[in-house]
């Protein structure tokens, strides 16, 4: 992937910089003027690295909020000082100024300040080459900055995948459950959709490890495991939530929908065996129990959840192999519980 290049500066000004920069081959060039833009743009799609002229309106704020921003402060932002009060300033006042200027450049927020001549004659063509040179020099810091970041972000995913997921059943974890679902609530009640819930487990589950060891037990949770994925909608997500419990979040999904998806896989779980091995198969029921989004649950989801789990309890109560949906009625001000069986 190449590295991306944001300048916020004039035309004229980029007619400077070095030919090198421009080389499609090697970076996505772009060029804004416009500081609410260049904002918005780093905002959307952030660039690796960003360069700036002081000279356009808003340079430094443009730095100074860069490196406010937890998330984009990694962006590598080379300051280039083109203001021509400041280069006779640098002339007039000598190197113990131009140190001063500099420092403060860095505390607004520059990772690299360069000065950059205005016009090129013979007494500052040496010195715009010079200053050219330190830009690459510069550019190739910001390279390695952005690519050592890169690494960095595919690190933290792939530790963030192992993190998420359960290593025995492959599906997402509690861990997950607990960072995806606030997400989806805040999605559904954005986009006033609804959303939905069940919580699953295997009837006398501990009979099966009791009879056939612990890891049939285990191979068994896996070929659960599978079917329940292989017969998931796309909008469903599935989670391992400890032992032989899982939950479903289910996007875009009425109570009434909610009940129809649970009875479908307590049909699909009890209606075939479970195949071990060539000398094993074991026929399984799960309980279900199904809870709907409301307007006082919590932002986490702990009361849907809670709720979803009481229904599972009675399930079990009521002789497992069955769905329970929590359902209110708004008119009563009340709930009750009904039951499906398979």
């Not at 999605?187 to 939905?196: E, I, Q, V």
């Not at 000398?279 to 849907?304: K, Y």
């Amino acid at each position: 992937m190449k590295i991306s290049i944001l300048i916020f500066g004039s035309d004229n000004f980029i007619a400077k910089l070095p030919d090198q920069i421009h080389d499609a081959n090697s970076f996505n060039l772009e060029v804004i003027t416009n500081l609410n833009q260049a904002i918005s743009r780093i905002q959307i799609t952030p660039p690796d690295i960003l360069i700036v002229q002081t000279s356009c309106d808003g340079s430094m704020e443009l730095c100074y909020w860069l490196k406010e921003q937890t998330k984009l402060s990694w962006i590598y932002c080379i300051l280039l000082e083109d203001r021509s009060q400041l280069l006779l300033d640098r002339s007039r006042y000598g190197r113990e100024w131009e140190l001063e200027m500099t420092s403060i450049a860095l505390r607004e927020g520059a990772d690299a300040y360069i000065w950059l001549p205005l016009e090129e004659t013979d007494s500052t063509s040496a010195e715009l080459t010079a200053s050219q040179n330190l830009l690459l020099a510069q550019l190739t810091i910001g390279l390695r900055k952005a690519q050592k970041y890169r690494d960095l972000i595919r690190t933290n995913d792939l530790l963030l995948a192992i993190a998420l997921a359960d290593s025995l059943t492959e599906l997402s974890n509690r861990r997950a459950l607990e960072w995806d679902l606030p997400r989806q609530i805040q999605k559904a009640r954005t986009n006033g959709t609804p959303l939905s819930l069940i919580i699953l487990d295997v009837d006398y589950f501990k009979k099966v490890n009791d009879s056939y060891g612990h890891l049939v037990g285990d191979r068994l949770l896996q070929l659960l495991s599978n079917r329940l994925r292989q017969n998931l909608r796309y909008q469903d997500t599935a989670f391992r939530y400890g032992g032989e419990e899982f939950v479903i979040i289910l996007s875009h999904t009425s109570c009434d929908e909610a009940v129809v998806v649970a009875r479908r896989l307590n049909r699909i779980v009890s209606e075939q065996p479970f195949a071990i091995n060539n000398q094993l198969s074991i026929n399984i029921t799960i309980s279900l129990g199904t809870a709907c989004l409301r307007m006082e649950d919590d932002v986490n989801g702990i009361s849907l959840l809670n709720r979803a789990d009481q229904c599972l309890l009675q399930a079990k109560a009521a002789g497992r192999n069955c769905v329970i949906s929590y359902e209110k009625y708004f008119s009563h001000h009340t709930s009750h519980l009904r039951v499906f069986s398979s």
